[in-house]
């Protein structure tokens, strides 16, 4: 079952699953529900099914560690100017055809996997590079589920906060509450909003997601904002704008930030033009028409959209230049120091001095 690159160490037991009365095993982490037989793997290649049993085959092992601003994960309320250790691992339970990150998400080489690494050293070096915060991201912690929660509670223990990078495809009913148990914050991919693209160009389903954003609203204190990669001709109409930001105004309130940001030709997309600076400029007026008082554009130079106001007053209250903090008028309390009105997220005293640095890191065991 393992492969060469893989060891006893690397395979641990899950527990969200279920045995089928023709003897296959299905797998409940997320709704894809794949149902195998022994020796088989899921569709995220990470969880198979070995002696009766769904196990985790990538255990403490990761693609990379490298040290970014929280700004780019993208998290804008939480932390600001703070520096995040950022890591993932293979595998992904959804296949988008633009996938950006698909050298990883999409790999079937667990070769790719070039860190090993305890959740007690990936805490320990969390604190000593200086890191607020530890990200699970690249993929999609949802599949890693055990490692991701393991690693969590050896950052709490730490004193360091922990954030989900996810598509927010997870079954509710345990997977979904255990994981996010464990989370300070997270960016949740609203990758579109109808059915139809989530079927055709993510092979998922759009209501798993929505679940997953009111369940974090209505159940949890995790702060979380969303992101919405802008496709030309696929995901990008006003109409759909429209419905997708009343939907997060209505039902998850005008405080979730929300981040529309530039596709660029990629994976099985490449036919697909670049979005237009336009068009995301136009999403983000739709936004915060319909009521929501933080809308982002990303993947773009664009100091206007990546920039937090305050909605009572309308002053500048977070400046940003990409990745770097070019203004900073809120109180150690996250409030406006012009009008006093709170902004919104998770704030602790002045700002980080991280900047748009990015650092690649080698964990030693």
Known sequence: MTTDTETLENVVPTKYWRRLEDGRIQCDVCPRFCKLHDGQRGFCFVRACQGGQIVLTTYGRSSGFCVDPIEKKPLNHF?????????????CNLGCKFCQNWDIS??????????????????????????????????????????????????HAAGIKTVAVTAGEICGGGPREELFRHMDAANVDLKGFT????????????????????????????????????????????AEIDAMTRWVATELGPDVPHHFTAFHPDFRMLDVP?????????AREIAMRNGLRYAYTGNVHDENGGSTFCHACQKLLVGRDWYTLTAWNLTDDGRCRSCGTPCAGVFAGPP??????????????
């Open 274 to 282: 670049p979005t237009p600076a336009a068009t995301l400029a136009r």
């Open 352 to 365: 980080g001095r991280w900047g748009a640095r990015r650092m690649p890191v080698r964990l030693a065991v």
């Open 106 to 155: 999409k790999s079937r080489e667990i070769d790719t996997l070039a860190d090993a690494a305890s959740p007690e050293t990936i805490a320990r070096t969390a604190r000593e590079l200086g890191c607020r915060s530890v990200a699970f991201t690249y993929n999609d912690p949802v599949i890693f589920l055990e490692y991701a929660i393991d690693v969590a509670k050896a950052c």
């Open 79 to 91: 932390l600001p100017g703070t520096a995040v250790l950022s890591f993932g691992t293979a595998g």
């Open 195 to 238: 059915e139809e693209f989530y079927r055709e160009i993510c092979a998922g389903h759009l209501q798993p997601v929505l679940d997953t954003l009111k369940y974090l609203k209505q159940e949890t204190q995790v702060w979380f904002e969303i992101t919405t990669l802008l496709i030309p001709g696929h995901n990008d109409t006003d």
